[in-house]
RNA sequence: GCCCUUGUAGCUCAGCUGGUAGAGCAAUUGAUUUGUAAUCAAUAGGUCCGCGGUUCGAAUCCGUGCGGGGGCACCA
């Protein structure tokens, strides 16, 4: 007798070893169709498995992630199947799932090609009405290794070599073809169904090491519906929508060129959203006791010797040479040029905790490759700050920093925040005491917020702990941006001091703060999460007013330099087109408010309002539009 | 940096196997005077990314450099 416990904790009861298949019959018809995979003592299982032993069986169908996972990677075995039908001699690797989907990396000489995606994608097909058993066998070591040499699978066999010994070394069948795999699958190649698509061709270095060789990965997505899989296309679709380099070039925000690649050149609308950021942080760091500050751009070489940047980042850093071969570096980081503000005139303990603030502009020498718009890119723009305190201050300074930065998240949309905590890792600096308050003073701030979070083990910097602030947009993308260090080095390295109550010499501990991190990618993720309709307050241009005809130019015209004279940014459009046009024009620029005016409103000194995406219209006396719009434009201080 | 891919008018793109460029939108001009998401017409607009090569002839083929895109690696 033996007893499958199902999750339901109902039992039943089967004359001797049983198979997942043999279950799902027993539990329903139904289930048995959409079984396709099992768990047994939480370990999962194919659904051939057999089970000898008392045990707890979960079966899986495509509605649970172990079973949408299972379709995927079945997918990819499908497509590596495909890919060396149609192109022998190609050797495969690794294909895992992924989010959405999953990945097959190939070594073969010649490139795939997009078309080879399509002839790939019909092989998978034909691959899947064949129907192909797959069948699961346990190899001996040592056979499966020189049995992948002699078919020249020698990434296979390296594969084997890694796994830890107690392991079963397993091969799956599907059909002929066969591979070394974990499992489990499902039970035949039929079952996946035909709701995948390839989606990309890419490089990938063979076990991630930029020194081994690069192989080329396919990429695809696979579902248990074509519903599903075309939404999934459909959020693909919606996302490019968003992108803010295309929306940044059609909103006319900024452009690069290849003059300076990964460097902004920023357009009047653009810089106009950049200065309302910088105005609207400057306010609430004044609130919050900030003193802003600003620094050389170009320091000599021996500062950063000295901070150590130097030796740690020089890779990274331009520099420049002076016609008398002075060499300077453009700097990369704003921390060196605050200490020495710091370090100019004698500093007591009364002027602790000190926060210098800079908007600051660095310049990093990011690898071509990883260069990405607004989010990725060369010469960016810190909101910085370094905070001087005593170490019994780190505790009250990090609260108050991580309350800061969320009330500003919250002030520009974001209200769903992750904060990720990094701790002290092996190689380090400074005294294990202060490390010890250093980093109960980052878990009680984070503990404050009452957030979710992350411990990150041994993942902070060699000069202290960190939290690193990751803000959640409007499609559920996960963006990192807000920072605070705790920094037990640098003062030290810079000779900063203070004087104690004592009377003696103290080394300040330091805190780096981020808030946005970058302006440029902030910005950039504004973009995407408002999908271009930036909020009434922050938009660059708020307003244009719009004539009905040219008649009412001249009435146009006089509200156009009423609003103007508020602080609205506005624009008043005299141009030959029917009012239709217009407002098609300015929608499609994402323009918060539109103003019409026509005979009605000439009469009754008013204005019509259209807002962006509500075709609802408001009548306001124009007096009352100022007061009011005036207001909400306004950046928001506390 | 590495792999693949790509670079044509202000923008979005067409231009098959080589015969010195084309559309829509935008711009300009004219007509129209419009009440809530594209009025009509005419005109003008191009070192086909740079450099080199093959060829009688190159936007097209080859090499190389630079830039963009998708990944990988990187991200203090």
């Known amino acids: 007798m033996l007893n499958i416990t199902l999750p339901d904790g109902n039992k039943l009861n089967f004359k001797q070893k049983v198979t997942g298949i043999q279950i799902a019959e027993k539990i329903s018809k139904s289930l048995l169709k959409e079984a396709l995979v099992m768990s047994v003592n939480g370990n999962l299982k194919d659904l051939t498995y057999e089970i000898e ?35 022998p001699g190609t050797q495969v690797t690794i ?34 009405d064949r129907d192909e058993p797959t069948t699961r066998e346990v190899w001996d070591r040592e056979k499966a290794i020189s049995h992948f040499k002699k078919i020249g699978e020698k990434y296979k066999s390296e594969i084997i070599k890694d796994i830890p010994k107690g392991e079963e070394v397993s091969i799956y069948f599907h059909g002929k073809w066969h591979d070394l795999c974990r499992g489990p699958h499902l039970t035949s190649t039929g079952k996946i169904g035909k709701n995948f698509k390839l989606t990309k061709v890419a490089g990938a270095y063979w076990r991630g090491n930029s020194n081994n060789e690069m192989l080329q990965r396919i990429y695809g997505t696979s579902w248990p519906s074509k519903k599903e899989l075309d939404q999934h296309l459909k959020r693909i679709e919606e996302a490019e929508k968003r992108d803010h380099r295309k929306l940044g070039k059609e909103m006319d925000l900024f452009h690069f060129r290849e003059e ?20 609207y942080m400057r306010n609430r760091q004044d609130e919050a006791g900030y003193k802003e500050i600003n620094t050389p751009e170009i320091l000599d ?31 990369p980081m704003n921390c060196p040029g605050c200490v020495q503000v710091f370090n100019q005139g004698l500093k007591s303990y009364r002027d602790l905790p000190l926060k210098m603030s800079e908007f600051g502009k660095v310049h990093r020498y990011e690898p071509s490759g990883a260069l990405h718009g607004l989010l990725r890119v060369r010469a960016f723009t810190q909101d910085d700050a370094h905070i001087f305190c005593t170490e019994d201050q780190i505790t009250q300074e990090c609260v108050s920093v991580t309350n800061l930065i969320l009330d500003i998240y919250k002030d520009l949309g974001f209200e769903n925040i992750i904060l ?17 308050k250093a980093e109960s003073a980052l878990l009680e701030a984070i503990r404050s917020t009452k957030l979710e979070y992350s411990i990150n083990k041994g993942e902070g910097a060699f000069y202290g702990p960190k939290i690193e602030y990751v803000l959640k947009d409007a499609i559920g993308r996960d963006w990192q941006c807000g920072t605070l260090q705790v920094d037990l080095n640098l003062p030290q390295r810079l000779g900063a001091s203070y004087v104690e109550k004592d009377g003696s010499k103290k080394v300040p501990v330091m805190l780096h ?19 271009g309709k930036l909020p009434f307050w922050i938009s660059p241009l708020q307003t244009i007013v719009i004539p009905v005809s040219n008649d009412f130019d001249g009435y146009a015209k ?76 306004k950046v928001p201080s506390k």
């Open 301 to 331: 070489k021996s500062l950063w010797e000295k901070s150590g940047h130097w030796e740690k980042f020089g890779v990274n850093m331009y520099t420049s040479e002076t016609p008398d071969e002075k060499v300077f570096a453009i700097k």
């Open 260 to 279: 300076s690649p990964g460097a902004v050149f920023w357009h009047e609308k653009g810089w106009n959203l950049f200065q309302k950021l910088i105005s």
């Open 95 to 128: 294909g895992p799932t992924i989010e959405n989907g999953f990945y097959y990396d190939f070594s073969r000489k010649e490139p795939f090609t997009e078309s080879d995606l399509i002839k790939i994608e019909k092989k998978m097909a034909e691959i899947v």
């Open 420 to 436: 990720k905590y990094s701790d002290r890792p092996d190689q380090r600096v400074g005294e294990d005491h202060i490390w010890d």
């Open 513 to 531: 703060r981020a808030l946005f991190g970058s302006l440029e990618r902030f910005i950039g993720i504004l973009i995407e999460h408002y999908s």
């Open 558 to 633: 006089e509200v156009y330099n009423k609003i103007k004279k508020t602080g609205i940014t506005c624009e008043v459009d005299l141009k030959n087109h029917n009012l239709n046009y217009k407002i098609r024009e300015h929608s499609l620029l994402k323009i918060p408010i539109l103003l019409i005016c026509g005979k009605k409103e000439v009469d009754s000194n008013t204005v019509t309002i259209r807002r962006l995406d509500s075709n609802k219209q408001e009548n306001m006396d124009l007096d009352k539009f100022l007061e009011k719009f005036s207001a909400l434009s």
């Open 53 to 87: 032993k008392d045990s707890s069986v979960k079966i899986f169908t495509s509605k649970d992630n172990e079973g949408l996972e299972t379709i995927r990677h079945d997918t990819a075995h499908i497509l590596a199947m495909a890919v060396q039908e149609l192109f």
